[in-house]
């Protein structure tokens, strides 16, 4: 089996900081990308970060310039530093990474089961 374990979620004044924590652990053959979702209500989950395989990272424009998102390969785990937070970033965030596990013959995403980020006065 495998497991993603977010931790780092919590509420925030607009203009301060959080960092997201996904730690993979389990029966993991090997690991691609790794990334971070996030969902308002009444919203569509949307990409906000990925990491790739090949050394990559992509955002989504809203968030370019205040997040970063970065991955230790020895600890399989990703991060997701959120500065100059805004009330619009406010939503559920989920992390999602691309492996095999070691009883599968093919890769597929696994997601964390969920942070939430409030930012507010």
């Known amino acids: 089996q495998v497991q993603l374990v977010e931790s780092g979620g919590g509420l925030v004044q607009p203009g301060g900081s959080l960092r997201l924590s996904c730690a993979a652990s389990?029966?993991?053959?090997?690991?691609?990308?790794m990334g971070w979702y996030r969902q308002a209500p009444g919203k569509q989950r949307e990409l906000v970060a990925i990491?790739?395989?090949?050394?990559?990272?992509n955002y989504v424009d809203s968030v370019k310039g205040r997040f970063t998102i970065s991955r230790d390969n020895a600890k399989n785990t990703v991060h997701l530093q959120m500065n100059s937070l805004k009330p619009e970033d406010t939503a559920v965030y989920y992390c999602?990474?691309?492996?095999?596990?070691?009883?599968?013959?093919?890769?597929?995403?696994?997601w964390g089961q969920g942070t939430q980020v409030t930012v507010s006065s």
């Open positions: 389990g029966s993991i053959f090997s690991i691609y990308a």
């Open positions: 999602n990474v691309d492996l095999r596990a070691r009883d599968s013959a093919t890769r597929r995403g696994y």
């Open positions: 990491f790739t395989s090949g050394g990559n990272t």
